[in-house]
C-alpha cells in the first residue's frame, strides 16, 4: 500500500471515529450560548486546535514513542483495537447518543465567548480523543519518507476542515437531522470503522510476528 492509499484510509478512518453526523448534533448544545455571529471565529478556531493537534502528533509521534522503547507495529495494532472498540458498538447500533454527554460537559453561561469553550469541551473531548491520536500514530508508523508524511498532514489538514465546517453547520442548521437518519449513517461509519480497524490489527500483528521471528534469528 503506497502513501497516498494510506493517507486516504488514514482520512476515511479519521472521518468514521469522528462521525460528523453525530458530531454535528453533538455540537449543537455546545454552541446554543455562543452568539451566532461568533461561530465562524468558532469553526475556524476548532479547525486550528484540530489540525496542529494532528500535524504534531504525526510529527513527533513516532520519535516520542522510540524514546519510550515502544514498538511501532504494537501501537498500530492498539489503533486498531482502539478504533474496533469505537466501531461496533457504532455497527450494531449500540453507541451512546453524543450529545448526551456534550449536554453534562458544556453547561455554560449565557452570551459566553467562543474562545472560552473552543478547547474544551470542543476540541476535547468531543473532536479529539485518544483514539484519534492512536490512529494518527499507527498510519504514521506504516510511511516512509518526507512524501508519505505530507500525505499523512494533507489528510489530517483534510480532517481539521471537515471538524470545522461540523461547527458552522451545527449553529445554523440546528436539530434538523432526523433520529432514524442519524442512526442509519452511524451504522455505515461503524462498518467503514470496523473494516479499517481490522487492516490495522493485522498489519499490527502481522509486523509484531515479524520482529519477534528476527529477533530469534529465524529469516
Given at each position: ?27 449543537i448544545?455546545?454552541?446554543q450560548p ?100 492512536a ?27 471537515i ?21 442509519i ?35
Open positions: 500500500m503506497n502513501n497516498a492509499e494510506l493517507a486516504v484510509l488514514m482520512l476515511l478512518a479519521l472521518v468514521g471515529l469522528y462521525s460528523p453526523v453525530a458530531a454535528v448534533s453533538s455540537y448544545p455546545v454552541l455562543v452568539d451566532t455571529r461568533q461561530h465562524q471565529r468558532l469553526a475556524l478556531g476548532l479547525f486550528v486546535n484540530v489540525a496542529a493537534i494532528a500535524v504534531v502528533t504525526i510529527l513527533v509521534g513516532e520519535p516520542l514513542l522510540e524514546l519510550l522503547g515502544l514498538s511501532t507495529a504494537a501501537l498500530s495494532a492498539t489503533g486498531g483495537i482502539a478504533l474496533m472498540i469505537a466501531a461496533v458498538p457504532m455497527m450494531l447500533g449500540k453507541s451512546d447518543d453524543p450529545a448526551t454527554g456534550a449536554g453534562d460537559a458544556a453547561t455554560v453561561p449565557p452570551s459566553t465567548s467562543w474562545r472560552s469553550i473552543v478547547f474544551m469541551p470542543l476540541t476535547f473531548p468531543l473532536t479529539v480523543g485518544g483514539a484519534t491520536i490512529v494518527l500514530i499507527s498510519f504514521r508508523a506504516q510511511v516512509t519518507g518526507v512524501t508519505g508524511v505530507l500525505a499523512l498532514t494533507v489528510a489530517a489538514l483534510i480532517h481539521a476542515a471538524t470545522g465546517l461540523c461547527v458552522y453547520v451545527a449553529g445554523h442548521a440546528g436539530r434538523r437531522l432526523s433520529d432514524r437518519a442519524r442512526m449513517l452511524d451504522r455505515v461509519a461503524g462498518i467503514l470503522l470496523t473494516a479499517i480497524a481490522a487492516t490495522l490489527l493485522a498489519s499490527g500483528f502481522t509486523r509484531l510476528a515479524v520482529d519477534v521471528l528476527k529477533a530469534m534469528g529465524v529469516h
